[in-house]
């Protein structure tokens, strides 16, 4: 059922066949699959977390949870999860794909995180501070008479229609 995309009935299934053998790590393990594939991620990880408790060293329990963990982010905890299958089992193809694909995400998230941190910017540093450049006015503009009011009006008119007086 899995297989086919219908996970509510895999998951009805598997509900089903607990109340039979409620320890067992296979049907824990499948459960926590097709709960995965609806997007519920902590049950998954519940069921995977009961399968891994009866069985320790269950690989599909343990690839299957470091699979969400690294789909929900959690990346350092499923690289040691994939390198613990590994340790079980050096020819385990599909936990060394997903720990290299585990990897390269980590590697990526800490490329952006080191970019966003080199791109802080502290805004005291880029404003001119006020007063620190010394001006000389010449002391004769600030006796000359200042412009009317229509005089200013006029130079606003002129500098729109690209005129001046």
Do not use: H
């Not at 408790?53 to 690989?59: A, G, S, V």
């Amino acid at each position: 059922m899995i297989r086919l995309c219908n996970y509510d009935q895999a998951v009805s299934y598997f509900e089903r066949a607990l109340a039979k053998d409620p320890y067992n790590p296979e049907i824990l393990t499948n459960l926590g699959s097709a709960l995965s594939k609806q997007g519920k991620f902590d049950d998954a990880l519940q069921n995977y977390n009961l399968a891994l408790k009866k069985d320790p060293n269950y690989i599909s329990a343990l690839n299957n949870k470091a699979n969400v963990l690294a789909e929900t982010g959690n990346l350092e905890q499923a690289i040691t999860i994939y390198n613990k299958i590994l340790d079980q089992d050096r020819e385990n193809q599909l936990a060394r794909q997903n720990l290299q694909k585990a990897k390269e995400e980590f590697a990526q998230y800490a490329k952006i995180q080191a970019a966003k941190e080199s791109v802080s910017v502290n805004l005291d540093d880029s404003i001119p501070k006020i007063g620190s450049a010394k001006v000389n006015y010449d002391k004769a503009s600030f006796d000359a008479p200042k412009p009317g009011v229509l005089e200013n009006i006029g130079t606003i008119f002129a500098g729109i229609f690209g005129f001046w007086k």
